[in-house]
């Protein structure tokens, strides 16, 4: 009795661990978690905001104290930084319009769009020639029935307010260019009596000297 007792005991604790490690599993796996992970890699520090676009494996995230933002895709695997004045804009696009846009140097487009039938979209765009934007699906016909879906109406609200937020970074002062390189240091040449006499200056003495002899009285 006392070894199935023992035997028992052991499955239970057995069963125990293994539901822990698989708590702990699922957790670290969460993909939100392991996007904020990849942000946080590639920024080189803490995400002081970032949106996940669920079930895409694709994130951006902003570093205040560094003035920088980061996006990342395939669960954070792969990730690209920008300087924070290289965030030219945002568009909201509903459907393939865009319908909500907020640029450097331009007044907000105020968004004209409340549901969906496609796709809803927040494209980030950037003064970069190699990648010029980056596009976060938040809603897609096939999220229709997932746990963590967003559901269309949702989707929009929350573009319109990365849209806000995006606007209010593009009115903050130009902080990140590269500070002027320091002037160089003044020389200041050494005295002249320090310098050794020049080749002129030694013939022009014998020359004085030649001719004090030639006037010397007879």
Do not use: C, K
């Amino acid at each position: 009795m006392d070894e199935v007792t023992r035997l028992l005991a052991l499955l239970g604790v057995a069963g125990i661990a293994v539901t822990v490690l698989a708590g702990i599993a699922r957790w670290r796996m969460n993909e939100t978690r392991r996007l904020r992970r990849g942000l946080q890699v590639v920024l080189q520090g803490d995400t002081h905001g970032y949106l996940v676009a669920l079930g895409r494996g694709r994130a951006v995230g902003f570093n205040f104290t560094r003035n920088q933002v980061a996006v990342v895709w395939d669960d954070g695997a792969w990730g690209l930084v920008y300087a924070l004045d290289e965030l030219m804009g945002a568009e909201v696009i509903v459907d393939s319009l865009v319908v909500g846009r907020a640029h450097r140097g331009e007044t907000r487009r105020a968004l004209d769009a409340f549901d969906a039938v496609d796709r809803v979209a927040l494209r980030l765009v950037f003064d970069d020639p190699g990648s010029p934007d980056f596009v976060l699906d938040l809603w897609l016909p096939e999220d229709e029935g997932r746990r963590d879906e967003l559901p269309p109406a949702e989707a929009i609200a929350e573009a319109n307010r990365w849209l806000a937020r995006i606007e209010a970074l593009l009115r903050r002062p130009v902080t990140t260019r590269r500070p002027a390189a320091p002037p160089a240091p003044a020389v200041t040449p050494p005295p002249a009596a320090d310098l050794p006499p020049s080749p002129f200056q030694l013939h022009a003495e014998g020359e004085e000297d030649e001719g004090e002899d030639d006037a010397a009285p007879i």
